[in-house]
């Protein structure tokens, strides 16, 4: 009864998405107060109906209610109750609910903390984020319907993929939708801007604080998945360029150049269609990610086993919101004054140059994800995309991007003086420049590993000097210094901590790559192997019973100079239900490095000898600031996101008459 129930939740969901997506509309343009103000009320009814048939799934899990047909087919009673709940979005059917409960959940926080927004704007909101609830309502309740029952119920289920049974991808998808469907509010307000006629600085200061919280998300869901594929798949590395990995990276990029673009308009008044475009293309982005992980054209650890009927679906919504957005935008974006002029010096152009190269990377990653499928779907055969495309073409990208990165906070608006700017980083460049030499002393490289090293130190070193020039340090008394710290906007002091994080980052990924040791060979018990400094002696090896699964599990005993370091003990798990095997790696990690352990398979005797085992063994030095930047990054963003000015005292909006704010013709 309550799996019906849930389902007829999401029945009455998608009639009040109907709803909100007219109704408000139609206010709007006879300025209805009444009819403007259904939106709130649809937006927060929906938000409860959808959460009751997500809580009714869950609870089918949780109570392992095999009766219905997708507990059935992801769970399975012997299942831990992190994975039983976990399991309610590991499959298509529930991935969506979650994906429409997010929708909603900010849809009802657009209607809850929006009351400072102009209500003809707010409707116009609500109403396009109706139209987005509604299409994807539509996909779950005719295509995807979690609730199905199955007669007779079987005695158990059919497990979920073991390789999911992990906290960390328990927790990915969650933010990554959070991210992904986050965009979407920045996508409405864009239409919305679009259809009303008048895109100003209140527009911008309304948008940040929503595009923020979408970032920040997908920053944190795809440093969580980078790391379950770090210690989960048993590779030794964190990036593999997948395809499924891309279509979250490609509205990441987008995010991020929309987020600088946005400052433009709200300081400057300038680049306001560029960010309209922005922000329709990072949700269209983000919808490409959906359709590639559930259209088939795919085959990943990522993807979820769909029919083409479901792709073709997502495929045709992908087309009516990007040919929807792009064609109102290609009819309004003409009358679109440019604001406020910049010299090409200035903080205005370096924001420019951001979004150029930020872009053009987006672009190189979207043509290396779809060139394979394209070359397949005319039939001339079956090429891949990999590491050694993307390093060269999106390396050099992203190495211009982070040199600019240091000089631009210190540029003026309106005009600067590159000068003047390089000039105060003259003692960044020497200490760059000693850190690049040492690197390369100790090292001995690879040269363009070693620039990365110098790249890292200068944009680190650049935004220390912006914020020491913020605060006067060592130019005025430490009294005047902390009050001048004390003062910062929390934006200036979010920005900061995310540059300083995009150093730690380039430091990890450099490191991690160029450095990196490897040992991969058979080894029988009491055997020992260098690597990296260390001594690795496997013990033995045996068989260990888990909740619902039985592991092979290896003792390594790790020493340095002979003193001993930490014991090592990767598995190999056999798992009943589904019949699967899965690698544990064991990480041994500090600071500055990892050291990394894969047990393989068995290996056959050497006469008279004892049987072995593969062993594989890695060192990766710096590797743990990849995770440690990106969550610095992310507390950067939160740190941005509480600002005062995100929430109250907007800038007032321009009359309609406003000759660099409106729109000819606006409905």
């Not at 469907?181 to 239409?191: D, E, K, T």
């Not at 390093?391 to 600019?404: C, D, E, K, R, S």
């Not at 008279?608 to 030095?621: D, E, I, K, Q, S």
Request: glycine share 10%; aromatic share 10%; with cysteine.
């Amino acid at each position: 009864m309550i799996a019906e129930a849930g389902h007829f939740a999401l029945v009455l969901a998608l009639c009040l998405a109907a709803a909100q997506a007219t109704v408000p509309l139609f206010g709007a343009a006879r300025n209805d107060a009444a009819l403007m103000d259904m939106g709130r009320t649809a937006a927060v009814t929906q938000f409860v109906f959808i959460a009751a048939a997500f809580f009714s799934l869950m609870h089918a899990y949780i109570v392992s209610d095999f009766s219905v047909v997708n507990v059935a087919q992801n769970s399975h009673s012997a299942k831990p109750m992190l994975y039983k709940v976990a399991g309610v979005w590991s499959n298509h059917e529930g991935s969506m609910v979650l994906w429409v409960l997010i929708l909603a959940l900010f849809g009802a926080a657009i209607a809850a903390f929006g009351r400072n927004l102009p209500p003809a704007l707010r409707a116009r909101v609500l109403a396009v984020q109706g139209m987005i609830g509604f299409a994807f309502l539509l996909f779950v309740v005719a295509t995807s319907n979690p609730f199905l029952r199955l007669d007779p119920a079987p005695v158990d289920g059919n497990g979920l993929n073991p390789i999911l049974q992990d906290p960390g991808l328990a927790f990915h998808p969650p933010f990554l939708y959070l991210g992904y469907v986050g965009f979407s509010v920045a996508f409405a307000f864009a239409v919305a801007a679009l259809i009303e006629g008048r895109v100003d600085a209140a527009w911008a200061r309304w948008v940040r604080p929503w595009t923020l919280a979408a970032w920040c998300a997908l920053t944190l869901g795809i440093a969580l998945g980078s790391w379950w594929a770090y210690y989960e798949l048993g590779w030794g590395g964190f990036w593999f360029w997948d395809p499924v990995e891309n279509a979250s990276f490609m509205p990441w990029l987008a995010g991020t150049a929309l987020l600088h673009s946005a400052i433009v308009v709200e300081k400057r008044d300038a680049l306001k269609s560029w960010t309209i475009l922005l922000a329709i293309l990072t949700f269209v982005l983000a919808m490409m990610g959906t359709f590639l992980v559930r259209s088939g054209v795919l085959t990943s650890v990522h993807t979820f086993a769909s029919d083409p009927t479901r792709g073709l679906f997502i495929l045709a919504l992908l087309l009516v919101a990007a040919g929807g957005s792009l064609g109102l935008y290609a009819l309004r974006a003409p009358s679109m004054r440019m604001g406020g002029l910049f010299a090409p010096i200035s903080r205005e152009g370096g924001l420019v140059l951001n979004n150029l190269l930020l872009g053009t990377a987006t672009a190189t990653v979207l043509l290396g994800t779809l060139y394979p499928l394209v070359i397949e779907a005319v039939g001339a055969g079956k090429v891949s995309v990999g590491a050694p495309y993307y390093n060269l073409t999106f390396v050099p990208i992203m190495a211009p991007l982070i040199a600019v990165m240091a000089m631009g906070p210190l540029l003026a608006w309106k005009r600067g003086d590159l000068a003047g700017v390089l000039a105060r980083l003259a003692a960044a460049a020497v200490v760059t420049v000693l850190v690049t030499g040492t690197t390369f002393a100790f090292t001995g490289g690879p040269v363009l590993a070693v620039l990365g090293v110098g790249l890292a130190a200068w944009l680190a070193l650049g935004t220390v000097t912006e914020l020491a020039e913020r605060i006067r340090l060592f130019r005025a008394p430490p009294a005047e210094t902390l009050r001048r710290l004390g003062g910062l906007p929390r934006a200036a002091i979010g920005m900061t901590v995310a540059h300083g994080a995009m150093a730690v980052i380039v430091l990890g990924i450099t490191a991690s790559s160029a450095w990196q040791s490897e040992r991969i060979l058979a080894m029988t018990p009491g055997q020992a192997v260098e690597i990296a400094g260390y001594r690795v002696t496997l013990d033995r090896v045996e068989r260990i019973p888990g909740p619902n699964y039985l592991a092979e599990r290896a003792t390594l005993t790790v020493t340095r100079n002979g003193a001993p370091v930490t014991v090592l003990r990767p598995e190999k798990r056999a798992f009943t239900t589904p019949r699967q095997t899965t690698t544990e790696a064991a990480i041994h990690t500090t600071f500055m490095a990892d050291l990394y352990a894969v047990l393989g398979d068995p290996t056959a005797p050497a006469p008279g000898g004892a049987a072995g085992w593969t062993v594989r063994l890695y060192h990766n030095p710096l590797v743990p600031w990849i995770w440690i930047g990106a969550v610095i990054m992310v507390a950067g963003g939160l740190v941005s996101l509480t600002d005062r000015r995100h929430r109250v005292g907007a800038p007032s909006r321009k009359a309609r008459g406003s000759a660099d704010a409106a729109v000819p013709g606006a409905a």
